[in-house]
């Protein structure tokens, strides 16, 4: 079993940038993926970025590409995302993810998905 904690989450002006962290700890050495996912009020969960957590592959969401950077320090047991450019239609929920089996594509479906963790808020202002 995986356990996830994401930190970081804050209230941002439009335009500047945060750095979400998502702590992962139990049998890491499983994970084959880990994501961040975004949920505002009213809306499904969304896919925002994927990483191997081996290989370093990476995939984003049209609305993020450019302005997000998904990383991981697999010492550290822990993946990042560097928001840049912020823009009102980035608040929401952040959650991270993590897969344990492999798949020849990054997942983009929540579903995919085996662990999760509890979420932090990113809000931006105008």
């Known amino acids: 079993q995986v356990q996830l904690v994401e930190s970081g989450g804050e209230l941002v002006q439009a335009g500047g940038s945060l750095r979400l962290s998502c702590a992962a700890s139990g049998r890491t050495s499983s994970i084959h993926t880990m994501a961040w996912f975004r949920q505002s009020p009213g809306e499904e969960r969304e896919f925002v970025a994927a990483?191997?957590?081996?290989?370093?592959?990476?995939a984003y969401a049209d609305s993020v590409k450019d302005r997000f950077t998904i990383s991981r320090d697999n010492a550290k047991n822990t993946a990042y995302l560097q928001m840049n450019s912020l823009k009102p239609e980035d608040t929401a929920v952040y959650y991270c993810?993590?897969?344990?089996?492999?798949?020849?594509?990054?997942?983009?479906?929540?579903?995919?998905?085996?662990?999760w963790g509890q979420g932090t808020q990113v809000t931006v202002s105008l």
């Open positions: 990483i191997r957590w081996g290989g370093g592959s990476t």
């Open positions: 993810a993590a897969t344990f089996g492999w798949t020849p594509a990054l997942r983009v479906n929540s579903g995919a998905y085996d662990s």
